[in-house]
């Protein structure tokens, strides 16, 4: 009952207040600024124009930037690439750090850790680039091991190796 008493007084008392309450009576006058809060500011001034640009400087709507080529790589040869998988996934390799099949990494019998190599499959075109981390393979057969995700970018999954060509990445 309290609240329905208290919305009547309410609407009773917005009723009766004039509707410009809230504004001044001279809206037509422009407000008076104080003498002593535009001293506070310091003088406008325009900006200077633009400088024109120097006998060497480069149009950049006309400039055309040069293509990066691609990183240098010394040619290794060609040879019969393996991967290992799932069950070395975590462990140590040679290097110390923890296989990820996942990766692109490799293992090479003489590269120095931390090489990259170029591996292409020319079957397919397709390549990758891997990081030596592991020694290996111990098939005398092979070249290199290639971790899955390596191996699975060239398409040797299904047959578990093939013929690759390896350029070292300078």
């Known amino acids: 009952m309290t609240n329905r008493t208290l919305r009547s007084v309410l ?3 917005a009723m009766a207040l004039p509707s410009t309450a809230g504004h001044s009576q001279t809206s037509g006058q422009t407000a008076m600024v104080q003498p002593t809060f535009a001293g506070h500011f310091a003088p406008y001034r325009a900006l200077p124009d633009q400088p024109e640009p120097g006998p060497k400087a480069v149009d950049l709507d006309t ?3 040069p293509v990066e080529a691609a990183p240098a790589a010394t040619t ?34 003489t590269l120095p850790f931390g090489s990259k190599v170029l591996v292409t499959n020319p079957s397919t075109g397709k390549s990758v680039t891997v990081r030596i981390n592991d020694r290996g393979p111990f098939s005398r057969n092979r070249t290199i091991d290639l971790s899955r995700a390596a191996a699975k970018d060239l398409g040797l999954i299904a047959r578990g190796h093939g013929t690759v060509e390896l350029a070292l990445v300078d």
């Open 11 to 13: 609407f009773v008392a």
């Open 63 to 65: 400039f055309e930037p």
């Open 76 to 109: 290794l040869g060609s040879g019969v690439a393996s991967y290992y998988g799932k069950r070395f996934h975590g462990r140590r390799t040679a290097s110390g750090e923890r296989f990820d099949m996942n990766g692109y990494t490799a293992a090479h019998r």
